[in-house]
C-alpha cells in the first residue's frame, strides 16, 4: 500500500464527528426506519394508502404551496435587502446587518411568539390597523395561512438575505464599471450584468429556503389554522396521538427524500463552506 | 478612472474636442475601455460580451451583427464568437476586452494597464497588435502603463505623471533624450545624476561644478539660472569608458575607478566610482570592447556636451 | 435615469424591512418589563414582575437548569469533535472533502421533526429518554455544523508554515496543536463554542421528544405553555433567551475583533 507511506496528514480527525454522526444521526434513522416499516407486510401496498390518503394527500399539497409562496416572498423581500449591504459599506452596513443577524440567532420559537404576540385579536398589528382606519373591527391575522406566511417569511429570511449577499459579494465590481463605460445606464447594467451574475445567490437561497420550508414545524404549529397543516405536524401528530409509527415513517421517508434530493441539486450549485452566509 | 468618470474630479476639467466632460456620468462620456482584469462578463460569451455597448444603444439586430463580427475579425477571434472567457486565454480574454472597448466606435478608449496580466513575450506581441489596431483604426487611445518599455514602444506622446500631476508630456524620443526634470530622467530607464553649482549661463550652455570641484558642459534645461544648485544628466550608453580616437565633439572628461560589472544580456552595465559615494553607470554594448581596465583600476569616461542636460533640482 | 425613483425608494424600504425586522424583538423585551396581568404596549407600567415569576417558579428555574446543562454537553462535545473535524478537512489531502463536508452539515437539513421522531424511537427502547446527558449528545449533532462552518474559516487563517516551522524547530504533532494551532485559533473557537451552546440552547424539537418530565427545557416548556395561554411570563422567559442570544453575539464581536489582530487580517 503506498498510504502505508505516506506521512500523516491527520485525515483520520475527521472520525470522531463522523463516529457522533453514526450514533446520534445516521444510526437512528436508518434503525427508525428499519424498524417502523418491518412491521408492514405488504409495505408498498401500505404507502400507497398512506400518502394517497385525503388528509395526507392534501397535506403534501398544502406543504409545497406554502413552501412555494414563503421561498417567493422571502426573495422577493430579501433580494433589494441583499443588495443594500452589499453595496454599502460603514455604519448603514453594519446597522442594517445588526437587524438581520440579531432575529437569525433569536430561538425560532421566541421569534414565532413575538409575531403571536404582534397579530393577536388585540395585537399591536391589528391596533395599528384600526388607528389609521384601515378596519374597523380585528382582522384574523393568527391561526390562518396569513399567520403562517408571516411567520415562516420572518424565520427564513435571513437565510436568504445572507446566502444573496455572499454571492453579489463575489461580483467584480469592475464588471459593473466595464458596463457602465460602455454605454449602460444604471436599470441596463442591473439587469443584463447584476442580476445575472447574482443569480447564483438566488437560486442557492431558494433552494435553501424551500428545503427548510418544507420540513418546517415549530411555526405553522403555533401560527397555522386547521387548514394549514404541513407535512411535518402531521408526522408528528402520527406519532404523538395516534401512535402510528408506520404512517409516521412513510410520510418521514417521503419528506427526507424530497429534501435529500433538493440538497443534492443545493450541493451541485453552491460551495456548501458558504452556507448559513459563512 | 477619473477620465471615465468612476471617480470624482478634485479640481481642474478635462476637456475632449473642447467639450468639457467633468460631471458627466460614465455612461454617457462613451469612451471605450479597457481594464487591467479584463473585466470580461463570465455570463456572456464572446460574441454577447462585444454586442454589449451596442445592445445599450440599440443598435439593430443586423448591423449590430455585422459590425460585432468586424470588430471580432479585427483581433482575429471570430471564431471564438460563441466560447465563454473562461475558455479563453489571457490573450484571447485580452483581444475580447479591446474589440468590446472599440465596437461602438468610441472617439477616445482608456486602456488600464491591459497587458499587465500577460507574460512578457505575449506582452510584445499584444503591444504591436494594438499599435496596429489603433493606427488602423485611426482613434486617440489613452494607455496607462508603468512598463518603461511598453510606454516607449506604443506611444505617439508619453504623459509621464507624478502623484496626480503631469511631469512632461512629449514624444518618446524627446522625454528619453530631453526630459524636464529629474523625475522624468528617472523614469524612462537608467540615469546619470550628477548634483552641482551652475556657474555660468549661455547660448543654452551651462557649465556646472559638483562638489568635488569638477566643471561639465552642458545643455541648459528649463528654468535652470546661474549660481543655482542643478543635476548632469545624462544618459548611461551615452558615456563612453577612456577616450574616443576621433574627438569631432566637445566631450566632458571625468576620472574615476572601475568598480562592480553586471552583464544584462544585452549590455555589460559599469560602475564608476568618481569619489565616494558619487558613482556613475556606463552601459556598453555586448559585442563591443570592454573597459580595459580590472575593477579598482583608474579609468577616464567622457561623453558628448549635446548629450548632457542640466536640470533643476 | 430610469432608475432615480428607484434609487431613492431603496433606502426607505430597506428601513422598513430593518424595522420589521428588528421591532417583533424588541417589543418582545419592552412586554417583558411590564406590569399588567395581560400583555398590552406600550406597558403603563415598567416591573420586574415576569422576572420574579419566571425565575421564582421551581419549575422554570429546572427548565433553565436542563437548559444550561444541555447546552454545556452539546457544546464541549460538538466544539472538540469540530475542532478536529475542520483540521483534517482544512489540512489532509482527505478525497472527497465537500461531500464529507456535506454530509457533516446534514443534520440542519433534514427536517428536525425526522430526526427527532428517529432519535426518540431509538431512545425510548434503550430506556435514554429523559437523559441529559444523551439530550446534549444528540443536540451536538444539531451544533456540530455550526462549530465546523466557523472553525474551518478560522484554521483556514491559520498559515500551514507555522506549524511546519513548529514541527522544524523539534516540536511534536501534539506541541504543534497545542502551542500553535489552538493558540492562533482560540477566538475562533471559543466563538464556535458559544454559537453550539446557543443552537443547542434554542433548540425545541429534538428537545420536545426527548425531554422527560423533568428535563422539559426552556424552549419546551416555552412550547408547553404557549398551547394554553399567551401568558405574559412566557415574555420574560424570550427575553431572557433574547439577552442570552445578545451577550453571545457581543462576545462574538470582540472575538472576531481578536481574531483580526491575532492573524493580522480582516
Not at chain 1, 440579531?102 to 421569534?111: A, K, L, N
Not at chain 2, 558642459?217 to 528654468?223: D, E, K, P
Not at chain 2, 569608458?241 to 559599469?270: K, M
Amino acid at each position: 500500500m503506498t498510504t502505508a507511506r505516506r506521512a500523516d496528514d491527520g485525515s483520520w480527525l475527521i472520525l470522531p464527528a463522523l463516529a457522533l454522526l453514526l450514533i446520534a444521526f445516521v444510526g437512528p434513522l436508518i434503525w427508525f426506519f428499519a424498524q417502523a416499516l418491518a412491521t408492514e407486510e405488504n409495505l408498498l401496498d401500505r404507502a400507497v394508502a398512506v400518502l394517497t390518503s385525503k388528509a395526507v394527500a392534501t397535506t403534501i399539497v398544502t406543504t409545497n404551496w406554502i413552501s412555494l409562496l414563503v421561498t417567493l416572498l422571502v426573495l422577493l423581500i430579501g433580494y433589494p435587502i441583499a443588495y443594500y449591504l452589499a453595496n454599502r459599506n460603514g455604519l448603514r452596513f453594519a446597522a442594517v446587518l445588526f437587524c438581520i443577524i440579531v432575529p437569525y440567532f433569536t430561538s425560532v420559537i421566541v421569534r414565532t411568539y413575538s409575531w403571536m404576540v404582534l397579530l393577536g385579536r388585540d395585537g399591536l398589528v391589528n391596533q395599528g390597523l384600526m388607528a389609521v382606519g384601515l378596519t374597523d373591527a380585528p382582522v384574523p391575522l393568527l391561526y390562518n395561512k396569513t399567520g403562517v406566511l408571516i411567520g415562516m417569511v420572518y424565520v427564513l429570511l435571513p437565510y436568504m438575505i445572507l446566502t444573496i449577499f455572499a454571492s453579489m459579494k463575489s461580483i467584480d465590481p469592475r464588471l459593473v464599471q466595464a458596463a457602465r463605460s460602455l454605454g449602460a445606464g444604471s436599470a441596463y447594467t442591473f439587469f443584463r450584468v447584476y442580476f445575472p451574475l447574482s443569480f447564483h445567490g438566488v437560486v442557492s437561497g431558494s433552494l435553501i429556503v424551500f428545503i427548510l420550508s418544507i420540513g418546517f414545524f415549530i411555526t405553522p404549529a403555533l401560527m397555522g389554522g386547521p387548514s394549514d397543516v404541513m407535512i411535518a405536524m402531521l408526522i408528528e401528530r402520527a406519532v404523538e396521538i395516534t401512535f402510528d409509527w408506520t404512517s409516521a415513517a412513510i410520510m418521514s421517508l417521503l419528506l427526507l427524500i424530497i429534501t435529500l434530493l433538493l440538497y443534492a441539486v443545493y450541493y451541485r450549485v453552491t460551495d456548501v463552506r458558504r452556507m448559513m452566509g459563512g | 478612472m477619473m477620465l471615465a468618470g468612476f471617480a470624482e474630479v478634485d479640481g481642474g476639467d478635462i476637456f475632449v474636442d473642447r467639450t468639457n466632460i467633468v460631471g458627466v456620468r460614465p455612461q454617457h462620456r462613451g469612451f471605450g475601455m479597457v481594464f487591467q482584469n479584463y473585466a470580461i462578463f463570465p455570463h456572456l460569451n464572446v460574441f454577447e460580451n462585444v454586442a454589449f455597448p451596442l445592445r445599450a444603444r440599440r443598435v439593430p439586430a443586423a448591423e449590430l451583427k455585422k459590425r460585432v463580427m468586424s470588430a471580432l475579425e479585427l483581433v482575429r477571434l471570430e471564431r471564438f464568437a460563441d466560447r465563454y472567457a473562461r475558455q479563453l486565454s489571457g490573450g484571447q480574454q485580452q483581444r475580447v476586452a479591446i474589440a468590446r472597448a472599440i465596437v461602438f466606435r468610441p472617439p477616445v478608449v482608456l486602456m488600464d494597464e491591459p497587458l499587465g496580466a500577460l507574460d512578457k513575450n505575449l506582452r510584445y506581441q499584444m503591444q504591436l497588435e494594438i499599435k496596429e489596431i489603433q493606427q488602423q483604426l485611426g482613434m486617440t487611445v489613452v494607455y496607462v502603463t508603468h512598463d518603461q518599455e511598453e510606454a516607449m514602444n506604443m506611444s505617439d506622446r508619453i504623459a509621464i505623471m507624478n502623484s496626480g500631476r503631469i511631469e512632461q508630456v512629449g514624444p518618446p524620443r524627446e522625454v528619453y533624450e530631453t526630459p524636464a526634470n529629474t523625475f522624468a530622467g528617472r523614469f524612462l530607464g537608467e540615469a546619470n545624476l550628477l548634483e552641482g553649482t551652475i556657474e555660468e549661463v549661455r547660448d543654452g550652455r551651462v557649465r556646472l561644478r559638483t562638489a568635488a570641484g569638477t566643471a561639465f558642459q552642458a545643455r541648459a534645461g528649463n528654468g535652470v539660472q546661474n549660481a543655482q544648485r542643478a543635476a548632469l544628466f545624462v544618459r548611461p550608453e551615452r558615456v563612453r569608458i577612456g577616450r574616443p580616437a576621433h574627438d569631432e565633439v566637445e566631450r566632458n572628461h571625468v576620472a574615476g575607478r572601475l568598480g562592480r560589472t553586471s552583464f544584462l544580456g544585452n549590455i555589460h552595465r559599469h560602475m564608476v566610482e568618481l569619489e565616494p559615494g558619487t558613482e556613475m553607470i556606463v552601459d556598453v554594448q555586448n559585442g563591443q570592447a570592454g573597459p580595459g581596465a580590472e575593477p579598482g583600476q583608474s579609468v577616464e569616461l567622457s561623453w558628448p556636451v549635446s548629450d548632457s542636460i542640466a536640470l533643476p533640482v | 435615469m430610469m432608475m432615480r425613483p428607484g434609487v431613492r425608494a431603496l433606502p426607505v424600504y430597506i428601513g422598513a424591512a430593518c424595522f420589521v425586522l428588528i421591532a417583533p424583538i424588541v417589543i418582545l423585551v419592552i412586554l417583558a418589563f411590564g406590569d399588567q396581568g395581560y400583555l398590552s404596549f406600550p406597558p403603563e407600567q415598567f416591573s420586574l414582575r415576569w422576572f420574579d415569576a419566571f425565575f421564582g417558579d421551581a419549575q422554570w428555574r429546572r427548565a433553565l437548569w436542563s437548559s444550561v446543562l444541555i447546552g454545556l454537553v452539546a457544546c464541549t462535545i460538538a466544539t472538540v469533535l469540530g475542532f478536529f473535524a475542520a483540521y483534517s478537512l482544512v489540512r489532509s489531502a482527505m478525497p472527497g472533502k465537500k461531500l464529507v463536508l456535506s454530509f457533516v452539515l446534514l443534520p440542519i437539513i433534514v427536517p428536525h421533526v425526522i430526526t427527532a421522531i428517529a432519535l426518540y424511537f431509538m431512545s425510548a427502547r434503550l430506556g435514554l429518554v429523559g437523559n441529559i446527558l444523551w439530550i446534549g449528545v444528540c443536540h451536538a449533532i444539531i451544533a456540530l455544523p455550526i462549530v465546523l462552518l466557523i472553525l474551518l474559516s478560522t484554521l483556514q487563517g491559520v498559515d500551514i508554515n507555522l506549524e511546519r516551522a513548529a514541527l522544524s524547530l523539534g516540536s511534536s504533532r501534539l506541541g504543534v496543536f497545542t502551542k500553535v494551532v489552538i493558540p492562533l485559533a482560540f477566538p475562533g473557537i471559543v466563538s464556535a463554542s458559544l454559537f453550539a451552546f446557543l443552537a443547542s440552547f434554542d433548540e425545541l424539537i429534538i428537545s420536545l421528544f426527548l425531554a422527560g418530565v423533568r428535563t422539559q427545557t426552556l424552549p419546551v416548556r416555552i412550547w408547553n405553555s404557549l398551547h394554553l395561554e399567551v401568558e405574559p411570563v412566557i415574555a420574560a422567559v424570550s427575553a431572557f433567551l433574547i439577552g442570552i442570544t445578545g451577550m453571545i453575539l457581543v462576545l462574538d464581536v470582540l472575538l472576531r475583533h481578536a481574531r483580526a489582530t491575532k492573524s493580522g487580517k480582516g
